[in-house]
């Protein structure tokens, strides 16, 4: 990572970011717990939760966090921004230990590590962003072949998860609510990179709020936002807080990479040993995550492993054995 003022202000952003995501997690779990004794789950469909102000501070919280990332992609490319997110495992694991009283195991911890690690070998050596001066460059790059072939896979695995999935397999899998915010929040950071492009070129005196490619790119960043909102909710609600942050960001790291990679064609203008390196920075960042699931119930009770139950769902539906990824 080079050390220009761009980059040092977006890696303050990006770090501040996590800080504020990481948090908003546990502030909007205790929200959806307090919710699940007044109404209905967000797990089961149910919207109780927007009257609990827990809730509503966790989602300032997360808005605020958002913001910061948001503002990062206009300084510093996404391969530096993106893994960043790591933090925010960390952060999120350490206060649900203590405050929601989810286990945190030491093989945990070790997987959380060794997601930092992985995540700061990526960033180490991630490919230099390439010059953009107008928003229209950067709708070239999305109406390529290979971008859209990307965006149709994208939109049909959704809309397949969503249609034929959720209802039947999204209290038992928690990969049925991550996939569909992960997938999502790749096509997200792609318009926000744009819409972040647009702001900092128009506020430097070449404004590009005239064209209609900043209004598309940013009508799709508010559609996919409230999508992930909405499915993230239920991942937390139904699934501990300690596994569904790391497991997130995973798959969201990979998705939106993949995305940079085909969209901004980042590998480009790297080598093979960059490349090998960036790939190794991946299997570590999954082989911590995969050490944080296994571990996740060691050292507890076997009360303490289950997911607290509602009594809106049939006490089978809701015990450990079912809950897979």
């Known amino acids: 990572m080079g050390a220009s003022h761009d980059n040092v202000i977006g890696l303050i952003l990006a770090v501040s970011s996590s800080v504020f995501i990481g948090s908003s997690y546990i502030v909007k779990k205790l929200g959806l717990k307090k919710a699940a004794d007044n109404g209905n789950r967000a797990a089961t469909g149910g919207h109780s939760y927007l009257c609990e102000p827990w809730w509503w501070a966790g989602m300032i919280t997360m808005i605020g966090g958002e913001i910061a990332n948001f503002a990062a992609y206009a300084f ?28 945190l195991h030491m093989f945990g911890v070790l997987g959380c590590v060794l997601c930092v690690v992985g995540s700061t070998t990526i960033v180490l050596h991630a490919p230099h962003e390439r010059a953009i001066s107008s928003v229209k460059e950067v709708w070239h790059l ?100 300690a596994v569904v ?27 093979a040993s960059q490349i090998a390196t960036e790939l190794c920075g991946f299997v570590t960042i999954l082989s911590g995550t995969f050490l944080l699931h296994k571990t996740k119930d060691m050292g507890t009770k076997p009360s303490e492993a289950t997911v607290y139950s509602s009594p809106q769902l049939p006490k089978d539906t809701r015990t450990h054995e079912t809950i897979q990824i």
């Open 76 to 103: 510093a490319p996404a391969l530096l921004v993106t893994p960043l997110g790591a933090l925010s495992i960390i952060f999120s694991s350490v206060l649900a230990h203590f405050i929601l009283k989810e286990k």
């Open 142 to 241: 999305a109406t390529e072949p290979g971008f859209i072939v990307y965006m149709f896979i994208v939109v049909v695995v959704v809309t397949v998860l969503i249609v034929r999935c959720v209802r039947n397999h999204g209290q038992g899998h928690m990969l049925v609510y991550i996939g569909i915010c992960s997938l999502t929040g790749s096509m997200t950071v792609m318009s926000v990179k744009a819409v972040g492009i647009a702001l900092k070129l128009t506020f430097e005196g070449s404004n590009q709020f005239i064209y209609f490619q900043t209004w598309f790119f940013t009508i799709v960043v508010v559609g996919c936002c409230l999508l992930q909102i909405n499915y993230l909710n239920k991942a937390l609600d139904a699934y501990n807080t």
């Open 245 to 271: 942050s790391p497991v997130y960001y995973v798959m969201f790291t990979s998705f939106t990479i993949i995305a940079s990679i085909i969209m901004f064609k980042d590998w480009a203008t790297q080598d």
